[in-house]
C-alpha cells in the first residue's frame, strides 16, 4: 500500500511539473481557495519567432490558457507573477486586455522587472503589487527592422502609444500626464528617452497600488475570492 501511494503522488508530481513546464503556471489549493499562478516572463513573443536560447511567453499560449482559467469552475483566482523585459507590443497589450476583462479575482506581483510592454501587463489585474528591488522601465514605443520615413508612420506610432497610455491610467492611479513625462525624460537611459523607476517609486506614483511581496499578493487574493463568493452566496 505504501508502495502505492508513493507511486500515486510520484506520477502527480510528475504531472504538475510537467504542466509548469508546459503553461508556465501552477494550480495551487489551499484554504478552500483554488488559485492559478500564471507567469510573463522573458520576452513577449508576438507573430515573430524569437532565437533560440531565448526566455520568451508566448501570447498564443496564454490566450487560450486565460479563456480555460475564466472558464473553470473550479479555479477561483489568477496569481500574475510577472519578471519581463517587454517584447511585442500587440502580443502584451492582448494579453493585458484579456486579463483586465476576466470576472475571476486577479493580482499581479511584479519581481524583478516589468518593462517596456510589461507595465501594461502589471497594472492589468485587480490589483497589483511589486517587490522594492523591482524595477519598471517606462519608455515610447519603438520598432526595428526597415522604418517608412512618413507623416502615416509617426502618426501611427503616436497612435499605438496612445493605446498604452490609455490602458495604463484607466487600470491605474497615475494620470496621463505624469506617465507621458515620465516616457520622456532624458536623463535616465543613455542613448533613449525614458525612466527607470522601482517599487516604492512605482507606488508612489501611482503606477502600482501596493509595494509588496507573495504573501501580501496570496492574501490580496485570497480575500477578494472570500469576497467574491459571499456576494454569490
Known sequence: MDEIKE??????MSDELEYIIKSGGVIAKGGGETIHCMSIIGQIEGHYLLPQGQKATKYE??????????????????????????GDVE???????????MKKPSVSLVLGGGHSIGVPLAVCACK?????????????????????GSPQTFYYFERMQERITAFVTSHSKIDAKTFHDMMMKTD???????SIIDGYEAQK????????????????????????????S
Open 128 to 148: 497589483s503589487f511589486i517587490v522594492p528591488s523591482a524595477t519598471m522601465t517606462i519608455h515610447p514605443v519603438r520598432i526595428s527592422g526597415t522604418v517608412v
Open 61 to 86: 499560449h496564454l490566450i487560450p490558457l486565460l479563456v480555460s482559467i475564466e472558464q473553470s469552475d473550479e479555479i477561483d483566482g489568477l496569481l500574475i507573477i510577472l519578471n519581463t523585459m517587454g
Open 7 to 12: 507511486n500515486e503522488s510520484s506520477n502527480e
Open 205 to 232: 506614483c501611482g503606477l502600482i497600488d501596493c509595494v509588496g511581496g507573495l504573501k501580501d499578493a496570496l492574501f490580496a487574493l485570497n480575500e477578494m475570492i472570500k469576497e467574491r463568493k459571499e456576494e454569490k
Open 188 to 194: 535616465q537611459i543613455a542613448t533613449d528617452t525614458g
Open 91 to 101: 502580443a502584451g497589450l492582448a494579453i493585458a486586455e484579456m486579463i483586465a476583462s
